[in-house]
């Protein structure tokens, strides 16, 4: 496995995290955050799944 889907999937734990810290809090600039981490983990993760098909792994 790729380290770039590991960082990914730890990425988007973190943005969900922050995005429900967000609404709980009711800081919308926080949310807003949560959730463009999230779409950063899931890019980087895409791209680990990318480099293990190449790998054939």
Do not use: H
Request: no cysteine; charged share 40%; aromatic share 0%.
């Amino acid at each position: 496995m790729d380290k770039d889907r590991i960082e990914g999937s730890v990425e988007q734990a973190k943005g969900k995290v922050k995005e429900v810290a967000g609404k709980v809090t009711g800081d919308s600039k926080t949310e807003a955050e949560g959730k463009a981490d999230q779409v950063k983990g899931k890019v980087k993760n895409t791209i680990g799944g990318i480099k293990d098909t190449l790998r054939g792994e």
